[in-house]
Every structure is written in structure tokens, then in C-alpha cells.
């Protein structure tokens, strides 16, 4: 069964469809990735530019996508066909380009977190947490445990059983949100949490002035990473949204759940790091596994509580990897007319095999990953922005004002602001993500490669 038939039905409630969003965006993205961007890029002042890019790129970003979405009640590639005529498909392929790159290394690090699942029955990580994490994040087990994921995404992306979204994020969002909360607690009772508050809280206007060509790009990354903009996910599930609903309510409740978990996580990750004596930016793609073990490793019922955490955080990863597998396999249903099953063992095992050689060394992580968030996805969305703010507005606008009524003056505010300072920031952001990307070639890669 293609998403279509599926979704067709689940998405006719509203709360179908916030859930499936949300289910997308919550994952690696803000428990994962956002500490361990907010540690690389100097704390509370990445934090700043981050929360901007959010609110003021992030927000107008995901309503270019849902207006494009529901107008055309197709897939990516046929939407933006649909909207911007017969050149823009090609577009939409770039975008199965990116869901490719992302999944095939999403799915490493999901590994890592079903492995830490497991490694709570035993508490193996409780002892070590940094020497654990080292351990276990590249060679052979990652290998294993990037195979364990993919294959877990395959067969529910090869039965179709999108419906079990839901249910996975209703279990999954409070869950986290509860485990986050008492965690964060818990951190804010240990010695160096009010070091670590200054430092994730209190923007240093010095480390800006002197890292912005580096904060900006990667804030700007992150945002588009955890919301799950920049590749066409988003025209996907709106397309299946009914035309009286608010689109710009529904982006900003999504919006709220995914920024709250990730700044949650931040909460629980540096009073951690900073109490173990860990300088906040030292663990690198280790940090919340780092701080998470070391926590659990204190409190009462720890084990239990990493358990529960681990599965949790495991189910948020396989929500929104499901959406980027499932974003190309129905492509390749819809527009080349493959099998359900084949398809998805075929895709599932190319992105599978792009992804074993991150298994290598943690600096592939990078590699992977700087390319995909701070470049593609920025890409992605300037040219989804350009259509719909230089080329064609109206039908955005019309689309838009769908379930919300007259938009007035804010109708042209969106598109000003997208045509003009937003996309203008993101070029800016995209240039100064390219050269960084060089550096890291030249640099730190270059150094991994001569060994
Ligand atoms: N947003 C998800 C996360 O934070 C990852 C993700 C799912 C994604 N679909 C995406 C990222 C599409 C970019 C584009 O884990």
C-alpha cells in the first residue's frame, strides 16, 4: 500500500497529521544532534542564532512547504512539477538525493541508540560512559547495529504500517518529555550546573564575534535538520491535510514540540558534562550519550530509567526514518511504477550500504552530515523559497489563506519576508557552509585519510 492510500485516511484528522509531523521531526535531530551542535559551536551563543533561524527561517520555511503540499495532493517531485512546471521535477529528485544521504548515516547513529537500548539490560555503559560510547560508535558493532535499524525500517516500510506512527508517537513524545524533565532535574541538582546554565543560557557576544562564519551556518542547519525541512517531506504530509485547516497553527504547534525537546535535551546533556569534568564541546557526536550514561549511572533506578529513555528515544529515531525511506520509496512507486516490497528492500539496502563506511571513524559522521544539514538541505529550501516568494506567490498565498480566512497584510509579510531578508540570510549562510565544508576536507579529513 503506497502512503497515499494510508494516509489518505489517517491524515483526514487534524491530530493524524500533527502527530505523523511531529513523529518526523522529533529524532536524532534534538536529542542527538542539537547538544552536540550547541557543544562544537560554544553554547548559549549557537543557541541565539539557532532559536532566529527557528522561529524567523524555520516557521516561513515549513509554510512554503505545506502550501505547496496540500495545493497539489501529490508527492515532492510531482508537487513542485505542479507548481512550478516541468523543470522543477528535477528539483524534487534532488530532494530523494538528500533523503538518501540523510537515512544512509540517520541509521548509524539510530544503531547507536538501539545498542544503548540493549546495553541497559546489562548496564553496560554504566560503568564507562566515555570509554563505552568509543567503543561501541564505530567498527564492527556499529556496522551490526546500523544493519539491525535499516532492517527494522525495511520490513515497516515494506508492510506499510504507517498507521503504527501514531501510536509509536503518542507512546513515545510524552515519554521523552517525562524521562527529559526528571533527567534535567536531576542535572540541575549536580556541582557544576550553574557553569553549565551560563554556558548553554548566556550568549557570549565575543564567541559570536569571533565563530559566527562558523555558528551561522550550523544553526541554520540544524534548524532545517530537526524540523525535517529542506527536502520535501513536509509537501508530502501536507498533501494529505484537509483544505479547512490552519496550516500556519499546525507548523507552529509542530514547531513548539520539536524546539521544547531539543532545548529539554540541552537541559539534561551540559550540567552532566560539566559535573563529570567533560568540556562541553570535547565529546563531540558523543555528548547526550556521554551525559546520559554518566546520569544514569547516579540516580535510582538508573537502569531502569536508561531502559525506558533508550527505548523512547529509539522509537523517536525510527518515526522519523521511516519518513525519510518512505519519502523515496513511494517516489518510486509513484513515478516509476516499482513494487512496494522491492523497492523498499532495494532502497533500504543502498542506504544501508552508503551508510557502512560512517562505521569507519567518527570523523565520517561529518563528512556525511555537515554535506547533507548545513549545505543540501539549505539548498533545498532556497530553491522551494524562490518559487513560491520570486516566481509564483500567488498560488501560496491562496492556498494559505485556506482554513484561515483573509491574510491581510501577514499573507504579504510571509512572502516579503521570505523573498527578500530570509533567503538572503540563507545564501549568505550556504557561502559560508561551502567554505567551511572545504576546510574540513582540507582539514580534518584530509588528516583522517593520510592516517
Ligand atoms: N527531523 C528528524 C530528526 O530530527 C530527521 C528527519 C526526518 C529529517 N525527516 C527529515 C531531516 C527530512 C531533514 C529532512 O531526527
Not at 540563507?426 to 561551502?434: C, E, N
Request: aromatic fraction near 12%; glycine fraction near 12%; proline fraction near 3%.
Amino acid at each position: 500500500m503506497a502512503l497515499d492510500d494510508i494516509a489518505r485516511e489517517s491524515w483526514a484528522t487534524r491530530v493524524g497529521f500533527i502527530l505523523a509531523a511531529v513523529g518526523s521531526a522529533v529524532g536524532l535531530g534534538n536529542i542527538w544532534r542539537f547538544p552536540f551542535q550547541v557543544g562544537q559551536e560554544g553554547g548559549a551563543a549557537f543557541l541565539l542564532i539557532y532559536l532566529f533561524f527557528i522561529l524567523l527561517v524555520g516557521l516561513p520555511a515549513m509554510l512554503v512547504e505545506f502550501s505547496i503540499g496540500r495545493r497539489a495532493h501529490l508527492n515532492p517531485v510531482g508537487a513542485l512539477r505542479e507548481y512550478g512546471g516541468d523543470a522543477w521535477k528535477y528539483v524534487g529528485a534532488l530532494f530523494m538525493c538528500i533523503a538518501f544521504l540523510i537515512m544512509s548515516y540517520y541509521s548509524v547513529v539510530a544503531g547507536w541508540v538501539v545498542r544503548y537500548f540493549f546495553g541497559s539490560f546489562t548496564g553496560a555503559y554504566l560503568e564507562d560512559p566515555e570509554g563505552y560510547f568509543l567503543e561501541i560508535a564505530v567498527g564492527i558493532d556499529a556496522l551490526l547495529f546500523h544493519a539491525i535499524f535499516m532492517v527494522a525500517v525495511i520490513v515497516i516500510v515494506a508492510l506499510g504500517v504507517q498507521r503504527g506512527i501514531e501510536l509509536a508517537v503518542k507512546g513515545m513524545v510524552p515519554a521523552l518529555i517525562v524521562l527529559l524533565v526528571g533527567l534535567a532535574v536531576y542535572a540541575a541538582t549536580l556541582p557544576g550546573a550553574g557553569a553549565a546554565y551560563a554556558y548553554y543560557l548566556s550568549p557570549d557576544v565575543g564567541v559570536l564575534a569571533e565563530d559566527w562564519r562558523s555558528i551561522v551556518p550550523a544553526a541554520a542547519g540544524q534548524a532545517f535538520f530537526t524540523l525535517s525541512l529542506g527536502m520535501g517531506i513536509m509537501i508530502t504530509y501536507a498533501s494529505y491535510i484537509a483544505e479547512d485547516q490552519n496550516l500556519a497553527e499546525d507548523g507552529v504547534m509542530i514547531i513548539g514540540f520539536d524546539t521544547g525537546l531539543a532545548i529539554l535535551a540541552g537541559f539534561v546533556a551540559f550540567p552532566i558534562l560539566f559535573a563529570a569534568g567533560i568540556g562541553p564541546a570535547d565529546p563531540g557526536a558523543g555528548a547526550i550519550f556521554i551525559a546520559l550514561a554518566g546520569g544514569f549511572g547516579e540516580i535510582a533506578f538508573g537502569q531502569l530509567l536508561g531502559l525506558a529513555f533508550f527505548f523512547a528515544f529509539s522509537l523517536g529515531a525510527l518515526t522519523s526514518a521511516i519518513s525519510l525511506t518512505e519519502v523515496v520509496v513511494s517516489y518510486a512507486i509513484d513515478e516509476h511504477g516499482l513494487e512496494r516490497t522491492r523497492a523498499t528492500l532495494a532502497i533500504g539496502g543502498g542506504m544501508f550500504l552508503l551508510g557502512a563506511p560512517v562505521t569507519i571513524d567518527l570523523v565520517m559522521v561529518d563528512l556525511y552530515d555537515i554535506l547533507a544539514a548545513e549545505i543540501l538541505l539549505v539548498t533545498g529550501s532556497v530553491l522551494m523559497m524562490i518559487l513560491v516568494s520570486w516566481i509564483d506567490p500567488g498560488k501560496a498565498l491562496d492556498e494559505l489563506s485556506k482554513g484561515i480566512g483573509d491574510l491581510g497584510t501577514l499573507g504579504d509579510a510571509w512572502i516579503w519576508l521570505v523573498r527578500v531578508p530570509v533567503l538572503l540570510v540563507l545564501l549568505v549562510s550556504l557561502g559560508l557552509a561551502v567554505v567551511g565544508y572545504v576546510e574540513f576536507l582540507t582539514g580534518p579529513f584530509a588528516e583522517f585519510l593520510g592516517g
